[in-house]
């Protein structure tokens, strides 16, 4: 059975740092993996996600990295802004039906 | 493009009491999804469906039923309310392609007292 475990569960920065959120998981026999952001009260968004044949995947800010082999993904995020203050989420989908396995989450704090 | 639409935002029910958590999606996605979130809590898979008529459980399915007569529509029952079903349920669905973002909707908050 697939378990993911994300560390920090909580993370609180000042304004303009990089940061990296971590993803770890125990089967590496995985589909993709995706990173999600939730606000309060709110439904996900999807960051990013990575295929297991591809290392990372970049949008603006955010980089995503995988390593299969080790069972390790990471979220950095560059520059942080007050606005990327949320909870992020990472899932592992082992098979192409989408069905995911959620982490727990980190809830990162950006301080102005 | 409304996207994916959970039906309703929130709603409290008595224990023994049943309901029906609608989800529908205008984006022709073949996937669906049900999962609920406790809180502090990621996401558990509770069913999904592949494509009309063809529906399966997922990691915690106990005290739920749905349905997938169209590809647009995919409601959860809840039969017999209990105050462990109290969490945030959300629908999500996806392309039956390579990619397989999921696409969620804003969630039931649900209290069952």
């Known amino acids: 059975k697939q378990e993911v475990t994300q560390i920090p569960a909580a993370l609180s920065v000042p304004e303009g740092e990089n940061l990296v959120l971590n993803c770890s998981f125990t089967d590496s026999a995985i589909y993709n993996l995706q990173w999600f952001r939730q606000d309060p009260g709110k439904g996900l968004t999807s960051l990013l996600l990575i295929q297991s044949s591809q290392r990372e995947q970049t949008s603006g800010r955010l980089n995503a990295s995988l390593d299969k082999s080790s069972g390790r993904s990471t979220l950095y995020i560059a520059a942080s802004q007050p606005g990327d203050s949320a909870t992020y989420l990472c899932?592992?989908?082992?098979?192409?039906?989408?069905?995911?396995?959620f982490g727990d989450g980190t809830t990162l704090t950006v301080k102005p | 493009n409304a996207g994916v639409t959970q039906t309703p935002k929130f709603r409290i029910l008595k224990i023994g009491q049943s309901m029906t958590l609608q989800c529908t999606q205008d984006?022709?996605?073949?996937?669906m999804y049900w999962y609920r979130q406790d809180p502090g809590m990621g996401l558990k898979l509770i069913y999904y469906s592949v494509g009309a008529g063809i529906t399966d459980k997922g990691e915690v399915p106990n005290g739920y039923n749905v349905s997938r007569s169209t590809t647009e529509d995919f409601p959860l029952r809840l039969e017999l309310a209990a105050p462990s079903q109290t969490s945030v349920y959300f629908c999500?669905?996806?392309?039956?392609?390579?990619?397989?973002?999921?696409?969620f909707g804003a969630g039931t908050r649900l209290s069952v007292l």
């Open positions: 984006m022709n996605h073949n996937y």
């Open positions: 999500a669905s996806s392309y039956r392609r390579e990619e397989n973002i999921q696409y």
């Open positions: 899932a592992v989908s082992n098979t192409n039906a989408g069905k995911s396995t």
